[in-house]
């Protein structure tokens, strides 16, 4: 085997590392002067900005108990909604409102914000005070609300005009409209553009604590309609920590008025203006000066269909216990899969409305589906399996389910394809800009290579399921143990399968569940660490197929799952990531993502599961139970996504 072995000095030397980390930085974060704000702004910029900086930058006002108070009291004053009013505050950001709702008895609050850092605040507080207040990740372009929901709606504390293209603001507020009660009031704090037109500040800066500064940049956006923001903050012995652009449309009171009666509002008035009182007294940009603006919904109610006396009916689609699986250790559905099962079936005999038919013989699953096909509302595809119990055929279940025209829960085939192909899911990420460790790619029946990264590296299988494979012995030091791993991979799995060779992470290794179907409606289940600090200290910290299958190992007899305790700032950037990869890769319904953590505590991607496991004691349930969320709600919230995509109307109560 020809290799080139790595320096020593590039294995060692931490300052190299640090060296590295500080050029990225300066080249890809921070900018020096630029001479045209808007060159620099992306589109989605409002997917990362409101963050523990944000409630820093903005705490002046947004973090101020005494301004909520004020501005709650004059909105109830307006709105006048009674106690036991449903309200919605969409976009609520950390929900200083909806709290402070909650705490004056207002007993129906709700709130809905995209940002994932942002809510999680909210929900801590909420859980510590005892307020019954639901929120809610999600986007306000497409409201997971039914229609005629809400009595009062509110787009408060200047959350509105983010967006590139003002269709999407009028897509927020037809969904305002569809989601209120006829007669519901919406109330809307918007920026005056007028205002801000001719007295916003082109350049300032102030101090936001003793460590912080922050200067700020502002201009018109070419079409005269947007103000651009740029903002650059620096810590006192960091230097830059963030330096980032966002923009906000300027609505004139003539052009707030045309988009609300476009969207179907009535009885449209300016209720009052806002002139923020800031006890930092400085740089207000965007809150200076507000209108607050009512507006009413003249509509009929819609038509509720009656509710079938007949349940829905499922088919759940699992793997076939007569057939061999190579990844299971004995190759044999055993007892414990048929507790699996058994717990499986529990958990879904518990939700109401519901029968579900249960297939798993693969020799006779095309005939099965399309005899059952004219009473099939959807197929749940929990085949995790593969078809036949092969990890290859794992995207063959949802082809026959396309073939049949039978709708069905879960990802799709090329969604599937992809994420089974490690490398390519790699390339991808990388052209996102997503981290991913260093690494190469062993050919089938490739005996000369490069080895071009650094020691420890882990060996996998290019194409695998379960981590089979993957062992302690798969974590490689020397290029005698990296030959090693090599021919022991190709013994289990042939020399025409290919190979990954990655740098090992060492950091915390962590996953990550989404339930829904990004943008418009989804969950992000807490991020859940392997705990190995019961492993021997010989022992690499993996969780591999040892923990995952061998009963024996000490990996499955001492390795445990717990939460992950992580800044709000790299919880938020994992979301965000994951979020991107969801939309990206065409997932459906669930899907979980692992990570670890690097030398300086950066996320890298370890493998995207858009087929994720479903089972009682799989890391989805772990996760979901941290939540306080039992298995079969779990379970009801698939489901409630995946009805939510194929646009079924559910006949749980709501």
């Known amino acids: 085997m ?7 000095e590039r294995l060692t030397n931490p300052q190299m590392k640090s060296t590295k980390l500080q050029a990225k930085k300066k080249n890809g974060k921070v900018l020096g002067p630029v001479s045209n704000l808007e060159q620099h702004l992306q589109s989605d910029w409002w997917r990362r900005i409101f963050n523990s900086m944000y409630l820093k930058t903005d705490a002046d006002v947004v973090e101020d108990k005494i301004i909520t108070q004020s501005e709650v009291s004059l909105f109830t004053d307006i709105l006048k909604p009674d106690k036991t009013s449903r309200i919605l505050d969409l976009a609520c950001g950390q ?12 007993l129906n609050v709700s709130g809905l914000d995209r940002s994932h850092y942002l809510i999680q605040r909210a929900k801590g507080i909420a859980v510590t005070e005892n307020l019954p207040i639901n929120f809610k990740e999600g986007d306000a372009r497409k409201l997971p609300y039914p229609t005629d929901t809400y009595d009062c709606i509110m787009i408060l504390g200047n ?34 553009g007028n205002y801000l037109k001719d007295n916003y500040t082109p350049r300032s800066w102030e101090w936001l604590d003793k460590k912080h500064f922050v200067c700020r940049e502002r201009s018109l956006a070419k079409d005269n ?29 003539e052009s707030i008025i045309d988009l609300l009666q476009h969207a179907g509002f009535t009885d449209i008035h300016f209720a009052a203006d806002i002139t923020t009182d800031s006890q930092r007294n400085q740089d207000l940009g965007m809150m200076e000066k507000r209108l607050i603006v009512t507006a009413s919904v003249d509509k009929a109610w819609t038509p509720v269909r009656p509710k079938s006396k007949e349940a829905r009916n499922v088919v759940v689609v699992l793997g076939d216990p007569r057939k061999p699986d190579q990844i299971k250790p004995d190759t044999i559905f055993d007892a414990d899969d048929q507790e699996t099962v058994d717990n499986l079936k529990a958990a879904l005999d518990a939700i109401p409305n519901y029968k579900f038919t249960y297939l798993d013989n693969h020799d006779t699953l095309y005939a099965d589906l399309l ?42 085939i090329t969604s599937l394809t992809y994420c089974y192909d490690k490398s390519l899911i790699r390339g991808i990420a990388k052209e996102m800009d997503i981290p991913v460790a260093r690494a190469f790619y062993i050919k089938p029946g490739e005996n000369v290579f490069e080895v071009n990264i ?46 990954l060779v990655e740098e090992f992470i060492s950091g915390a290794e962590l996953t990550i569940g989404i339930i829904g179907n990004p943008p418009e409606s989804y969950t992000i289940l807490p991020i859940v660490e392997e705990d190995f600090s019961l492993l021997p200290p010989d022992m690499p910290h993996i969780c591999g197929y040892e923990a995952k299958w061998l009963t024996e190992s000490p990996y499955f007899k001492l390795l ?12 938020k950037q994992i979301a965000d990531y994951c979020l991107k990869l969801f939309e990206r890769l065409g997932c459906n319904d669930y899907c979980r ?11 890298v991607l370890l493998e995207v599961n858009p087929n994720p496991g479903w089972t009682w004691d799989g890391h989805l349930a772990k996760m979901a139970g941290i939540a306080g969320i039992s298995y079969t709600k779990l379970l009801e919230n698939i489901i409630g996504a995946t009805e939510q995509r194929l646009s079924i109307q559910a006949m749980r109560n709501v």
């Open 2 to 8: 020809d290799t080139n072995k790595i320096s020593k």
């Open 454 to 499: 650094s020691f420890p590296a882990i060996v996998k299988p290019n194409f695998g399921d379960g981590s089979f494979g993957i062992t302690q012995k798969s974590v490689v030091y020397s290029i005698e143990q990296l030959n090693d791993a090599i021919i022991e991979l190709r013994h289990q799995f042939s020399f025409e399968n290919p190979i």
């Open 159 to 192: 959350s509105f005009g983010y967006f590139e293209s003002i269709d999407d603001d009028e897509k927020i507020l037809k969904e305002v409209f569809r989601t209120l009660k006829p007669g519901g009031k919406f109330l809307i704090d918007v920026a005056d």
């Open 593 to 603: 993502f692992d990570w670890r953590l690097d030398y300086h505590l950066n996320p």
């Open 560 to 571: 445990r799952s717990k939460k992950a305790e992580l800044s709000g700032e790299l919880e």
């Open 225 to 253: 309609e947007r103000l651009i923001s740029r903002e650059v903050v620096t810590h006192v012995n960091k230097g830059v920590i963030v330096d980032q652009f966002y923009a906000e449309r300027l609505y004139t009171r």
């Open 371 to 412: 005899k059952l096909k004219p009473k099939t509302d959807f197929v749940l595809n929990f085949c995790d399996e593969g078809f036949y119990n092969n990890a290859r055929f794992e995207s063959h279940i949802p082809a026959l389910l396309d073939v049949l025209k039978i709708p069905y829960s879960g990802s799709g």
């Open 95 to 106: 929900g200083r409102h909806s709290i402070e709702m909650a705490r004056r008895g207002f």
